[in-house]
């Protein structure tokens, strides 16, 4: 995947590496393209702050998240391949053992289990009494997906840095230029930019007008000493494995917030929490937040401007972004490099008209 990038026009100069720019950019070389990634490691990305797991189902009735069927084998062989790349790991299976918290959402996976059942198996509440309460019993969900997404990005940045394919610096869209043959930025010509910005695309004018809904989150890293650390526990909070005997614990999603800073509110609940859920002793070590760049319609935002093509973009995965990063990342190369077809409900063809209104 080697590419020189020096003193030629690019194929890509791809904004923002989070879990989005991470794959663009492995999309693009992997086509055999050019690219360059601006990316500002000082400014907050979520991909920093997320449990990476892709988890099947959702909500209180436990029903399968959209087109989870397609995304989980791509992801899964997305990550590996990447993981392999990186000569790493970053990628495996853990279940995600159910402590069900109400007598409710016992009741609702015994439906579930019975109706329409792909991913939901029984398991033994007595194999975790050792250091849980568990008064309703447990279940389990099979075929989660864990990433290690600090290891992922990091390991990916260094091999962009290795090939002069990334800068550090925040980019600011008043020293882009279009041309007819592309786009100019601070001496560097490519065919197109992509924003993958999270975030950032909000304060974008080709952009802005996308309906975002960014939603705050946040997660406290917990070490947890005898609590095994091949899986992933769900009660009303998740406990997902972080490092070693460190745990993720979390999360909340606040639409309405003041500030991207770590509230005593959401410690205290999370520390309540585990203190009614463990029968083991925890300790603190961490509380870690960052905004989701989540939108309106729970889908992503994928594609090339009506009126600039020269300028896409790959953004709004919400909740979602560890499954649907890499499968939208790919389709917006292919369809940038073979016109083949984004997914209609990710397209942003469903705002041709608001987004045209640009002067
Ligand atoms: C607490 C929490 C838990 C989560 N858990 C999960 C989970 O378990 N599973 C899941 O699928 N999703 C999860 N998510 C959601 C997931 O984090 C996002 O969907 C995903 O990370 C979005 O990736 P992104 O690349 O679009 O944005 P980001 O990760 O925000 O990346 C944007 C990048 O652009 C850079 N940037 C921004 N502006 C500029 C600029 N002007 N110049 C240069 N660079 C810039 C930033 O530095 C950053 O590196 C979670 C989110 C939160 C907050």
Redesign the pocket.
């Known amino acids: 995947m080697e590419q020189t990038t020096s003193h030629k026009k690019l194929d890509y100069l791809i904004?923002?590496?989070?879990?989005?720019?991470?794959w663009l950019s492995y999309y693009a070389l992997k086509a055999g393209k050019t690219c360059m990634v601006?990316?500002?490691?000082?400014?907050?990305?979520?991909?920093?702050?997320?449990?990476?797991?892709?988890?099947p189902v959702t909500g209180r009735r436990i029903v399968q998240t959209w087109m989870i069927d397609t995304f989980l084998p791509f992801a899964l062989k997305a990550y590996s391949d990447l993981g392999a790349l990186l000569n790493t790991t970053i990628v495996r299976e853990a279940p995600v053992v159910l402590i069900h918290p109400s007598l409710q959402m016992q009741e609702s996976f015994e439906y579930r289990y019975e109706h329409e059942n792909v991913y939901l198996q029984k398991n033994t509440a007595s194999d975790f009494e050792a250091f849980m309460h568990t008064p309703f019993g447990t279940g389990q969900i099979d075929q989660t997906i864990w990433i290690d997404?600090n290891l992922m990005?990091t390991g990916w940045r260094a091999q962009l840095i290795q090939h002069q394919q990334y800068i550090d610096?925040?980019?600011?869209i008043a020293d882009l230029q279009i041309t007819n043959e592309g786009v100019t930025w601070k001496g560097i010509q490519a065919n197109r930019i992509i924003f993958?910005?999270?975030?950032?695309s909000m304060q974008n004018p080709y952009f802005k007008m996308l309906p975002f809904a960014p939603?705050?989150?946040?997660?406290l890293i917990v070490e947890i000493k005898d609590l095994p650390n091949q899986t992933i526990y769900k009660h009303n909070l998740?406990i997902?494995p972080w490092k070693d005997q460190l745990f993720w614990v979390?999360?909340n999603y606040e639409w309405e917030y003041a500030d991207a800073a770590p509230s005593s509110a959401f410690r205290t609940k999370m520390e309540d929490a585990l203190r009614q859920l463990l029968k083991i002793p925890f300790k603190v070590v961490d509380h870690?937040?960052?905004?989701?760049?989540?939108n309106q319609e729970r889908r992503p935002f994928v594609g090339l401007h009506p009126s600039y093509p020269s300028i896409g973009i790959?953004?709004?995965?919400?909740?979602?972004?560890?499954?649907?990063?890499p499968f939208f990342a790919h389709q917006l190369i292919e369809y940038c490099e073979t016109g083949s077809p984004i997914h209609p409900e990710a397209s942003l063809e469903r705002f041709e008209k608001n987004l045209k209104k640009k002067t």
Not at 288 to 294: C, L, W, Y
């Open positions: 904004i923002g590496q989070g879990l989005v720019g991470t601006v990316n500002d490691s000082h400014t907050t990305s979520a991909s920093q702050v997320a449990s990476g797991v892709i988890n997404l990005i610096t925040k980019f600011d993958s910005d999270g975030l950032g939603n705050k989150g946040e997660a998740s997902v979390g999360s870690i937040v960052g905004i989701r760049p989540a790959c953004n709004g995965m919400g909740t979602k972004g560890c499954s649907l990063a």
